[in-house]
């Protein structure tokens, strides 16, 4: 059974940091892709990271040179370091997963496992 737990959300005014973490089970060699996603108030749920199982990682344009996607096979948990904030950032975040990317690619919005989300708030 898959299990993704978030973790780290809070309210941090423009400008702060904030560090995602997703807590993984089975372990995160077991999965071929992973991935950040955000859902701001009244719009869709939009990609902000992949990471595949060689530790390459693609960002969405407005993330990056701001946000950094990492993993910690030890700890078995995803982590997503997010600098210099933007009230534009606001959203909920959601971790994802798959074994085998279910459309070849890792940077896709299909993914199987999801997590239930943690909030962010960035207050301008």
């Known amino acids: 059974q898959v299990q993704l737990v978030e973790s780290g959300g809070d309210s941090v005014q423009a400008g702060g940091s904030l560090r995602l973490s997703c807590a993984a089970s089975?372990?995160?060699?077991?999965?071929?892709?992973m991935a950040w996603f955000r859902q701001p108030p009244g719009k869709e749920r939009e990609v902000v990271a992949t990471?595949?199982?060689?530790?390459?990682?693609i960002y969405a344009d407005s993330v990056k040179g701001r946000f950094s996607a990492s993993k910690d096979n030890v700890e078995n948990t995803l982590y997503l370091q997010m600098n210099n904030l933007k009230f534009e950032d606001t959203a909920m975040y959601f971790c994802?997963?798959?074994?085998?990317?279910?459309?070849?690619?890792?940077?896709?919005?299909?993914?199987?496992?999801w997590g239930q989300g943690t909030q962010v708030t960035v207050s301008s």
């Open positions: 994802a997963a798959d074994f085998v990317p279910l459309g070849g690619y890792c940077y896709s919005k299909d993914y199987t496992f």
């Open positions: 089975p372990g995160l060699r077991n999965f071929q892709c």
């Open positions: 990471i595949d199982s060689d530790d390459y990682t």
